[in-house]
């Protein structure tokens, strides 16, 4: 009996199956990573100051299990609320070996407002899903699905492919990663596009892995954001160009501050 109950006590202990798939080790990041970045918004061809975006992550607890939380917080300014008014939140939370556990996205664009939301559990040795989405017209819609693969959001997405070792990569190469949101799930990829050097809104140069994120729509592969990460064990976004519905964007780093490792891709 002492036995049976201490094997059923492990057995509690231990992640499931597909959870465990889910997992990957981080050595991107650190709890307490703050990343500031200015805002950029082309307006007929040209480039204008269009507020400010930031990137954070803390470790916390998630139904009381130790985890990551990590946010994406974009805010333009009244200047550009004039042309197209933009406010997004994202939020994720994560286990410590990165396996997706929630996502939020509050977003204003434009005259338009919603809320997608995803809840993630793996019981029964699949990746199961609760998706939620609160539409511009104030309707909610909730559906639930299981998955025998592994499935992401976009944040979730990002803190896991920092922490890739791109040491063999060749440019083109591609990871699949089946994203999902408040109420559909979609193919999308990550490609590498090469190195080049990338100087920041802090003045510094940097050595950066270029990687576009793309969707598929309409059977065919949509670029939605190039990352410019530093060439080395951070992977810290130095720019992200953003193809928007209303046009394009840019976000350029300013600040940062917490990094895990050290910063070896400065360009002197």
Known sequence: MKRLFLLTFISLLLPTHSQAQCTFKNTAFKSGEFLSYNLYYNWKFIWVKAGIASMSTVQTHYEGKPA?????????????????????????????????????????????????????????????????????????????????????????????????????????????????????????????????????????????????????????YKRIVDFYVTDDENHIPIRLDMFLRFGSAKAFLIGMKGERNPITSIVE
């Open 68 to 220: 990551y939380r990590a946010s994406l917080i974009t805010r333009g300014n009244n200047k550009v609320d004039e042309m197209f008014v933009l406010r997004d939140t994202l939020l994720c939370y994560s286990s410590t070996d990165l396996a997706p556990l929630y996502y939020r996205k509050g977003a204003r664009e434009g005259k338009r407002y919603y809320v997608d939301e995803i809840f993630y559990s793996y019981e029964n040795g699949k990746c199961n899903v609760k998706q939620h989405s609160q539409h511009n017209d104030g309707t909610h819609t909730w559906q639930k699905h299981s998955y025998d693969d592994c499935i992401y959001d976009m944040i979730n997405m990002f803190i896991r492919a920092r922490s890739f070792d791109p040491t063999n990569w060749k440019k083109g190469y591609t990871v699949d990663f089946p994203i999902a949101d408040g109420d559909s799930r979609k193919p999308a990829k990550i490609k590498y596009q090469g190195k080049t050097v990338v100087k920041a809104d802090n003045g510094k140069k940097y050595r950066c892995l270029q990687l576009s994120y793309l969707e598929l729509d309409d059977d065919k």
